[in-house]
């Protein structure tokens, strides 16, 4: 009886300390979410003012799709771009936003760790896909002011379609790879994520393993995605400010310079803000900065695609007006 009381105890201890640690943890199966939590009854004014941009956003983007949709004469591979962006834009919101809202005004802030994965899966998908088609807009600024002669070759229809299905593809999976390789990591016993949504960052850093390998190769996705991109847009616009400098009319280079504002725009506030998030050592992350940013590419971004384009853009301003006179003279 003595020897059998004995047996588990000698077993155990030839057991490896890193199997009796791994036994001795909890691996978690959900996150939560502090969000703006911090923030006490400021929540309530919070949810108010993101429903109101929520819903800004929303009928923006569906005024640039229907106006762009419905007007033959934005038939154009520039509006059809736009309006694929305006498309991303419009679920790239969807998957964070709906869930913040509710986070607001709930106590359980609760998230599986799948829906997690997910979350982060789409939100990434969309973001990358975002970013690659500011890269195909600026080359179709590109060829439109610079070879105008072979803008209809270089711009078909057949290549229009082949770069947006490219800037899915790849946006989606860039966004497969990081994550495979953030939830490829375990996590133990830590779980509270410290942002509104499961983003890179606050996730990676719960995890209860070394990171390092992990980081770097994000971080050379992100420079893929982000750097190469906006490098292409920046050689694309020093070309086309080269070739504007030669018009000599100076209504000719507004024109062609009012045809790049609204893009321009744009791109500086997405790849500013994405740059200052994704393009640095997780161990540098401030919680409280962050979250700040982060509003910024994730609300202010989208809403500012449709007020950009439709405030600055004529073709666009004009084709608005016809649709609504159209409404009112069906109503009469």
Not at 97 to 118: D, F, G, H, W, Y
Not at 198 to 218: G, K, M, Q, W, Y
Not at 274 to 284: D, V
Request: hydrophobic fraction near 50%; include cysteine; proline fraction near 4%.
């Amino acid at each position: 009886m003595e020897e059998a009381d004995h047996e588990p105890v000698s077993v155990r201890s030839h057991q490896k300390p890193e199997k009796i640690l791994a036994e001795n943890l909890t691996m978690v199966t959900e996150f939560l979410l502090l969000g703006f939590s911090s923030l006490g009854e400021i929540q309530l004014a919070l949810f108010v003012v993101f429903l109101i941009l929520y819903l800004l956003i929303l009928s923006g983007n569906a005024t640039i799709i229907s106006v762009i949709h419905l007007d033959q004469s934005l038939h154009t591979p520039m509006y059809f771009f736009l309006g694929i962006l305006s498309t991303s834009e419009t679920f790239y919101t969807f998957v964070i936003l709906p869930k913040m809202l509710v986070n607001l005004l709930s106590v359980a802030r609760t998230i599986s760790l799948i829906c997690c994965a997910i979350q982060m899966f789409f939100f990434l998908g969309f973001a990358i896909t975002n970013c690659l088609l500011l890269g195909v807009m600026g080359y179709d600024r590109y060829a439109a002011i610079c070879h105008p002669l072979h803008y209809p070759l270089l711009m078909s229809w057949q290549v229009c379609g082949k770069l947006a299905a490219a800037c899915g593809m790849g946006g989606f999976l860039a966004s497969l790879t990081v994550v495979n390789l953030v939830f490829s990591l375990p996590f133990c016993s830590a779980n509270k994520v410290n942002h509104y949504f499961c983003d890179i960052s606050p996730v990676i850093r719960l995890a209860c393993t070394n990171t390092d390998v992990h980081e770097f190769v994000i971080f050379i996705c992100g420079v893929c995605v982000l750097v190469v991109p906006f490098f292409f847009i920046c050689v694309s616009y020093l070309c086309i400010l080269r070739t504007i400098l030669k018009i000599p009319s100076a209504e000719g280079k507004r024109k062609a310079f009012s045809t790049c504002a609204s893009h321009l725009t744009v791109v500086v506030v997405h790849y500013g803000c994405a740059s200052f998030i994704y393009l640095r050592p997780t161990a540098n992350y401030v919680s409280n900065k962050d979250r700040l940013v982060t509003v910024t590419y994730t609300i202010v971004t989208p809403l500012l695609n449709p007020m950009v384009y439709s405030l600055r853009n004529k073709d666009v301003q004009l084709a608005i007006q016809k649709m609504l006179g159209k409404k009112g003279s069906l109503k009469l």
